[in-house]
């Protein structure tokens, strides 16, 4: 691009607005746009007089498409900020395009006078009038980019510049919504954030000081560093937000006066006040004093010194200046550039300070000496030193480099400031309608979601929840809360929390008596204040809480329904229902966001997570979404103390509630008092020890909500301190009430711990549970860990009463989180969790879909399938699952299963969960058509089929079957050895290494491995144990090889290592790991043994063998020896009246594979070929000519498959689908399918 073409861009963005460089940068953006003259329209719309002054049209473009764009430069009254009244700006825009038949704009928002500017692409959005209320105006989305003078435009440049260096094409109006992607910035900043925060690890990983002080405070350096680094990394991102609304650094101590101004002050002051200002004022000209800098930063300059210098300006118009004034680059500026003259460390020597002195202390009139301005007071533990790190005792020093490296790199600097301030940072939060391009506080959200799993430099991330999921999720949940509370129609409410701005800026342009002609539904407003009271009183819990996304999402949703109330209420104020007019004003004030999100935290979000450094992120995001609302105005004139949030977010295992086998808490204590009370004969000791609990909670109570906006150090320690020693009072009268003196012990041991091994639900949110019975929604996305490989973090809780109760083998981490979030729920409660999508049919989810069927009705199950929900989960196959506890009335379940593939994307995503996509198929399902047969199959197309010519009634006809494969035939898992060879898992197992490679055999050795072929050649005795042995890909349809690379060293029990000396001499150097087996599988067998070794027999004679994960039914049949691993099952026959050959043709015709499909396992499109769904399929029970002639027919395919050139063969190929295709005709006339049956088998099955 030529250098003209740059010179334009940097002139446009970098500087403040000018219509001049702006029209240039239309003509050469558009290339053939049609230019206009400079009309300056005032005639603005009555609604938008208070907010704008005037505005120009400058161009007008057609793209190819034929769809019309408008450029526009808005200038806005001096009052109204560009980043306030964002809806009212919309709108306007909207109002322009519908009116002249518009599809979108491109828009300068300015302000005549202030440095920035907002560069806006406003598309209207016909599908939200669609699908959604009955309004006057077209809404628009908005996309924007702030520039101007002092603003980082790195991103909007690099965006634009493809279509504006680009002088042969014009730009469609999709490229250009493109140009404003937010998830490019998403995406480019997770990058470098993440190149940061690992250089920050690795350093303090090595540095001295930071391990002796992590061992010190008994944690373990690589956990420590990582919780270290993620901290530091989101503090720092925390004050680039902070000041963004010009908080950092506001003046009130002038560094320069004049002889005339400090006379005045002088003589207004006390005597102490002007012997302060004799002190710290010098004369430098005739006219001029100056501050003395050197003086009040020093350690002999004393606080309450301070204190009395700020006095002296305090509330002085002329110095003390106003929250908001200070510099938005504090951090660069200020900070750095001091550190920067004064030779300094930047992290010992002030940010360490700024932290943990400046932010965390409160002080009279904010003002901090050190830095000459007013900081304010965050409080909350934000800025506490991390788990009580002695900041001020230890020379920790972190390189400047780390920080900020651009002297010596200059435009390629990447220390973590030059990266941060590269890009604009909003505290505008992201709506559905409007989203700057900039980090806003959900996307430094989403970065620190995907950071959570990041420990190196080859880990990926954590899975980050789309945001239409999260969404979703939250609004669905909140939806069927209300309608359960409230009682109104469930649709009403949902276009009410979907659609509610929309409505409410409709009802608001109406100038109309309340009620009159609204938008709004009739029983959403006679219902508006019921509808307010269950929004405040909800309780919500996030089990997992992650990176926040989900209490964070519901906490947004609670507030902007409750703030879209607000308008009605004032209406209806306006109109005297209220008797005494309280006047909007007071309204807003009593309900601004702000206090309405201090509030929905403080009573109706809570979570845990294990993750310490998840629960910190957690806090901060919830400490940044109030700080976003907070608005410096008459009420609140300076900014408010952080609250604590450490009585609603805690760190611990949620699915552990007892410490070894012992329940530490009494949940009676948490029932209605009547219960207890009239009980004729309990005995008074019980009715003492109530009455005690009953005292103790109340306390608890009553100090858990003075903590949560305690500012005062003391106080919080005193509080804390009390708080802990009721709940150790609940608990401890709990062990003495059963007796139990060595528990008692015991815990006094727990208590000295860091952490403690165990989260008590009812304990720690004992509020909640007693006046509600517990949670009204629990929602979040749970880990998916299975329990192979990871037995330590299943054990723990296998062995608890709650485990006892509902582990089983094979089982996934996620199914406990379902388990608990009944148990947590109260009777009316909604579930919503998103996981993968096996446990519909998994074995190991038995327990759980039973717990599922008997305590919750099934509203939702969206399936996506093959669909792609996370970027870092190739993989993994997802489902929304959304239950509820009520149970007395009848609920249709939803269910969606998508036949998409490939990414998902926000149209897809909101097309899927609106119930409107294409590519989806939409059920609506009896509770009792859901669940199938003892196992519990969830089914989401029902269990039973009644339409006629579907795969249902394919199924149906399968189904009616009596005689099932399990019944006439043995089906057996492959070989389980427990160790078939060296991995990178088991080979740290070893102690001595020195002769040993990952990929040795163990059990299992390849005569392709050159180390493994020279083994099996030195065997003497040895050789009579080994065995042919193959695997899941050695398997076809009909075919399976019979040539083996590899051998397996096979016995039914322990080895003769008398018989067999060379086998015991080859097993000797992997005892560690074989010993191993025996605890991670709670077994006793001998450590020679194979784990799982099963009959020989069946390996032996004839059997048909199968893949246990297969896209289609590949079934093959052999009769010599092949043994298989666990990855294949082996059937062989039981009732003589099934030939295997005939059960092989039934098993892999087409109608059997949509059998296996619909009602078998699947793992998104993948068959899953166990032991039971292969039990289950229906077989037909025929005479023996029926049978012979199929049999006939796979011989003839046998006799093909088993040469040596089959695979190669294309010809051969084709004769076997052709000998395939006639025994599908013979299936198809056994279960007399209809021709338009037939044709949907052959449509589901594809292409040969």
Same mark, same amino acid.
């Given at each position: 691009m030529n250098q003209t073409k740059m010179n334009l861009l940097e002139d446009t963005f970098g500087n403040s607005f000018n219509i001049d460089s702006f029209r240039r940068f239309t003509r050469e953006f558009f290339n053939e746009a049609e230019m206009l003259s400079e009309s300056r329209r005032i005639g603005i719309p009555r609604e938008y007089n208070d907010h704008i002054n005037a505005y120009y049209t400058l161009a007008k473009y057609e793209d190819s498409e034929a769809n019309n764009i408008i450029v526009l430069a808005v200038e806005l009254k001096r009052h109204t900020s560009i980043d306030r009244a964002r809806s009212m700006q919309r709108n306007f825009i909207s109002k322009i395009l519908d009116d002249e038949g518009l599809e979108a704009a491109i828009v300068a928002f300015y302000t005549e006078g202030e440095p920035s500017w907002r560069l806006s692409f406003v598309r209207l959005d016909y599908t939200l009038t669609e699908k959604g209320p009955d309004i006057d105006l077209t809404p628009a989305r908005r996309y924007s980019y702030l520039v101007g003078k002092n603003e980082p435009n790195h991103t909007a440049r690099a965006q634009l510049l493809p279509i504006f260096q680009d002088? /042969?094409?014009?730009?469609?109006?999709?490229?250009?919504?493109?140009?404003?992607? +937010?998830?490019?910035?998403?995406?480019?900043?997770?990058? +470098?954030y993440k190149e940061k925060y690992l250089?920050?690890?690795?350093?303090?990983?090595?540095?001295?000081a930071f391990i002796e002080e992590t061992k010190s405070l008994g944690f373990e350096v690589d956990k420590f560093a990582e919780q270290f680094a993620k901290k530091l990394m989101g503090q720092l991102a925390f004050l680039y937000f902070l000041q963004k609304k010009g908080w950092l650094g506001v003046r009130i101590v002038p560094k320069e006066i004049t002889k005339g101004d400090l006379t005045l002050v002088y003589n207004s002051v006390n005597k102490v006040k002007k012997d302060m200002l004799e002190k710290v004022y010098t004369k430098i000209d005739e006219n001029t004093y100056a501050l003395n800098i050197e003086l009040i930063s020093s350690k002999d300059f004393t606080d309450h010194e301070a204190e009395i210098l700020s006095d002296i300006f305090k509330s002085n118009d002329k110095f003390d200046r106003p929250w908001g004034s200070g510099s938005r680059q504090f951090i660069r500026k200020i900070l750095w550039e001091h550190c920067e003259r004064n030779n300094k460390n930047f992290f010992n020597d002030y940010l360490e300070p700024f932290f943990y002195d400046a932010l965390n202390k409160k002080r009279k009139n904010h003002y901090f000496k050190s830095f000459n301005s007013k900081i304010p007071f965050l409080n909350g533990g934000l800025f506490e030193p991390i788990e009580g790190y002695h900041w001020k005792d230890i020379n920790f020093q972190i390189p400047n480099h780390i920080f900020s490296n651009k002297k010596e790199k200059n435009r390629k600097a990447d220390g973590i400031l030059d990266i941060f301030d590269r890009f604009n940072f909003t505290i505008n939060e992201a709506e559905p309608l409007e989203k700057d391009i900039a980090v806003d506080p959900e996307m430094l959200g989403r970065i620190f979601e995907e950071l959570l799993e990041v420990s190196d430099r080859k880990s990926k991330g954590a899975f980050y929840t789309p945001r239409e999921i999260v969404h979703y999720m939250c609004q669905e949940s909140l939806i069927n809360?209300? +309608?359960?509370?409230?009682?109104?129609?469930?649709?009403?409410? /949902?276009e009410f929390i979907l659609y509610g701005e929309l409505i409410r800026d409709a009802d608001n342009r109406r100038n109309v008596g309340y009620g009159k002609g609204f938008t709004i539904?009739?029983?959403i407003l006679n219902n508006i204040s019921e509808i307010d009271d269950a929004l405040r009183d909800v309780r919500v819990a996030d089990p997992a809480v992650g990176s926040g996304a989900f209490p964070l999402g519901m906490l947004n949703e609670i507030v902007k329904a409750r703030n879209n109330i607000t308008e009605y209420i004032i209406r209806k104020d306006k109109e005297g229902a209220f008797g005494e007019k309280y006047g909007e004003e007071f309204i807003r004030n009593w309900r601004s966001p702000y206090q309405m999100k201090l509030d929905t935290i403080k009573d109706s979000i809570f979570a845990v997570d294990i993750e310490p450094s998840a629960i910190d992120i957690t806090k901060l995001r919830l400490w940044l979404s109030i700080v976003v609302d907070q608005e410096i105005d008459g009420i609140n004139i300076e900014p408010n103390p952080l609250p604590n949030l450490d009585m609603n977010i805690h760190v611990g295992n949620s699915l552990i509630d007892e410490y070894e086998g012992i329940k530490l808490f009494d949940k009676s204590i948490l029932e209605k008092k009547k219960k207890n009370e009239k009980k004729k004969n309990q005995k008074i000791e019980q009715m003492r020890l109530f009455f005690d609990s009953e005292e103790i909670l109340n306390e608890m109570f009553e100090k858990q909500s003075q903590y949560f906006a305690e500012v005062d150090e003391g106080n919080k320690e005193f509080l804390k301190l009390r708080i802990d020693?009721?709940?150790? =009072?609940?608990?401890? =009268?709990?062990?003495?009430?059963?007796?139990n003196t060595e528990?008692? $012990?015991?815990?006094?041991?727990? /208590? /000295? $711990?860091?952490?403690?091994p165990y989260f008590i639900w009812e304990l720690e949110f004992a509020k909640v549970f007693k006046e509600k019975g517990g949670f009204d929604i629990v929602i979040g996305n749970p880990p998916y860990v299975g329990e192979s490989g990871n037995k330590d973090i299943f054990r723990p809780i296998a062995e608890t009463e709650f485990g006892k109760k509902h582990y089983l083998g094979k089982m996934d981490l996620f199914y406990f989180f379902f388990h608990i979030a009944l148990d947590i729920g109260n009777e009316n409660s909604e579930i919503s969790f998103i996981t993968t999508n096996y446990y519909p049919t998994a074995f190991g989810a038995k327990r759980l879909r039973l717990d599922l069927k008997e305590r919750s009705y099934i509203r939702k199950l969206i399936d996506f399938n093959e669909l792609k929900i996370f970027d870092s989960a190739r993989g993994q196959h997802n489902m929304i699952t959304i239950l509820t506890k009520r149970k007395d009335e009848d609920i249709i379940a939803e269910t969606c299963l998508t036949s998409r593939t490939g990414d998902a994307d926000s149209k897809i995503l909101n097309a899927i969960t609106s119930w409107e996509d294409k590519q989806s198929k939409y059920n609506n399902l009896n509770q009792d058509n859901i669940y199938e047969g003892e196992e519990n199959y969830i089914r989401l197309n029902g269990?039973?089929?009644?339409t006629v010519n579907s795969i249902e009634s394919v199924i149906g006809k399968l189904s009616k079957l009596e005689v099932r494969l399990g019944d006439i035939a043995?089906?057996? =898992?492959?070989?389980?050895?427990?160790?078939?060879?060296i991995s990178g898992r088991n080979i740290n197992k070893i102690t001595d290494k020195s002769n040993i490679e990952k990929n040795d055999g163990i059990f299992v050795l390849d005569m392709l491995n050159k180390r493994d072929s020279k083994k099996l050649n030195d065997f003497n005795e040895g050789v009579e144990l080994l065995r042919d042995f193959y695997k899941n890909s050695d398997i076809e349809r009909y075919w399976c090889k019979t040539y083996p690379e590899k051998k397996i060293i096979y016995y039914p029990d322990k080895l003769d290592g008398n018989k067999y000396p060379d086998i015991l001499e080859h097993l000797l150097p992997y005892k560690e790991i074989l010993e191993s087996r025996l605890k991670t599988y709670n077994e006793k067998y001998h450590w020679t043994a194979i784990h799982r070794p099963r009959s020989e027999r069946i390996f032996n004679e004839c059997k048909i063998v199968v893949p246990y994960r297969a896209k289609k039914n590949n079934f093959a049949y052999n009769d010599v020896e092949w043994f298989c691993r666990s990855d294949v099952y082996v059937i062989t026959q039981k009732d003589p009246k099934y030939n295997l050959k005939y059960l092989l043709a039934l098993l892999n015709s087409k109608p059997y594979y949509t059998w296996l499909y619909y009602k078998g396992k699947r793992k998104g499109e993948t068959l899953e070929l166990f032991q039971v769904p292969l039990s289950e399929i229906p077989i037909k029970n025929v005479n023996q000519n029926t049978q012979n002639k199929i049999i006939s027919i796979v011989d003839d395919i046998l006799d093909i498959t088993i040469q040596e050139d089959y695979l190669r063969n294309l010809e051969k190929h084709n004769k076997v689908s052709e000998y395939a295709r006639e025994i599908d005709q013979i299936v198809y006339d056994l279960y007399n399918f209809t021709e338009e049956e037939i044709k949907l088998i052959e449509e589901h099955y594809g292409e040969e």
């Open positions: 002088d /042969k094409h014009n730009p469609s109006l999709d490229e250009i919504e493109g140009a404003f992607s +937010v998830e490019k910035v998403t995406r480019d900043f997770f990058t +470098v250089d920050l690890k690795e350093y303090l990983e090595t540095n001295t809360h209300l +309608v359960n509370e409230v009682g109104v129609p469930y649709e009403d409410m /949902k539904k009739e029983s020693e009721l709940r150790d =009072q609940l608990i401890n =009268q709990r062990l003495r009430e059963a007796g528990a008692i $012990e015991k815990y006094k041991e727990i /208590k /000295k $711990e860091k952490t403690k269990v039973l089929g009644s043995e089906i057996n =898992q492959g070989v389980v050895t427990g160790c078939d060879y």
